[in-house]
């Protein structure tokens, strides 16, 4: 431990801030692969490839709706039972809109949930969990559970607003609607001192440091340091 110890304190951390590492898929284990896709295709969310090899292995790739990032399933991808993946998040806005996409799309899904204390969400039992979604549609406190057909666990959770500096993901209409409004307002606040500028620039570096977890406050100056340092 004391040599983990010294290691990590002579990294350099402000090297690693800066190095982009981005999920992007995830592998989930299956028994029967084309039942599997199946089941994903059914869910409405995007098939990007289904490779098969002369030497057995296969991939299979799907990707949800407004997810940057992706699953895979195949045949000698990985050596985890089938059905182990658990507590897999779906981000969504409107929990119960979603839910009654999938059971319209012949999915079964839980009744939508909170956690009457904190772990509730992951428990096969229910127990902890209270009927309903929470008070006033609390951010981060609404669920429900689906499984796939070799019992793979898929949680939905709710999301309204971010807590801060925890980026943003999912761009609907709606939510960048939104973003693009607040980018809006700050640059008015900026511009009347500016240089001259293309709006395009401040914009650009204001929407990739929200997106990166930056505050308004903090975007706002990501936008005035590369204006300025672009002139």
């Known amino acids: 431990m004391a040599t983990l110890n010294a290691i990590n304190s002579n990294a350099p951390t402000a ?53 940057g990032c992706s699953v895979q399933f195949g045949t000698k991808m990985t050596p985890a039972a089938p059905g182990s993946a658990q507590g897999l998040y779906l981000i969504v806005s409107d929990i119960q809109s979603v839910r009654g996409e999938l059971i319209a799309r012949g999915i079964e899904v839980s009744d939508v949930f909170h956690a009457g204390r904190p772990g509730a969400q992951f428990q096969p039992d229910g127990s902890g969990r209270l009927s309903g979604p929470a008070s006033e549609h609390a951010s981060y406190s609404s669920f429900a559970t689906f499984r ?77 340091l590369y204006v300025e340092g672009s002139h």
């Open 15 to 67: 090297t690693v801030e800066k190095m982009a590492m981005k999920l992007e898929v995830v592998v989930i284990p299956v028994a029967n692969v084309d039942r599997a896709k199946a089941f994903y295709s059914g869910l409405g969310w995007r098939l990007d490839a289904d490779f098969p090899f002369d030497n057995g292995f296969r991939v299979v790739q799907f990707t949800p709706s407004g997810s």
């Open 148 to 224: 796939d057909p070799d019992g793979n666990g898929w949680l939905l959770q709710e999301v309204t607003t971010r807590l801060p500096g925890r980026g943003l993901s999912n761009w609907d209409v709606a939510t960048l609607a939104e973003l693009l409004r607040e980018t809006e307002t700050h640059h008015g606040e900026y511009e009347p001192t500016a240089p001259k500028h293309h709006w395009s620039d401040w914009y650009a570096a204001y929407l990739v440091a929200r997106q990166n977890g930056k505050t308004p406050e903090e975007a706002a100056n990501e936008g005035k």
